[in-house]
């Protein structure tokens, strides 16, 4: 999440058990704008700075898997900005909460209107509306109490296209660009 000035926030990627928050402190120490949040509970595993830094200067296997994650991110950081230029912002919430699924593997997503209204950038107003018409469309099932149930293939129909070019080319990164990202059943950050 970036913080504005003014108050507002805004997501600007969202990361899983593909990859890790804070992976650039293996390039040294660096102060960062972003403020990482959990949305989702579930198993991580965390390491000083230094001591990951010492291990990404000896093994390669390490800077391997640093260096895929980066280009994910830069991959996922240039398509969205694209896509918050371009896209409306019905699509751009539904690509958003595409992406948590991809991430949690299921669809009900403990999201709150609050939470969607800080990731997107917009008032909770405006996605009270936005999950209205996705609901009057199917892609949503159910919004209560912090839940969110979607329905896949009807998100996918709201969604621009965006999401799965993001993923795709995502998961290219991790296919050719080297190691096979560690999978862990049920953790999400
Ligand atoms: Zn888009």
Redesign the pocket.
Known sequence: MIDMADGHTVATAVVGHEGAVGILSALGPAASAITAVVRVAGTASRVSASRFHAAFSRCPAIRRAVQNHVRAMLMQLQ?GS??NA??PVE??MA?WLLQFRDRIDHDILPLTQQTLSEIVGVRRTTVTLLMRKLRARGAIRSDQRGRIEIDGPRLEAA?????DIIRLEVEEVYRSGGPTPRTVTGDAI
Do not use: D, M
Request: a positive charge; charged letters at 40%.
């Open positions: 398509r694209a896509c371009l896209h699509a751009r690509r969604a621009c296209e965006c999401r």
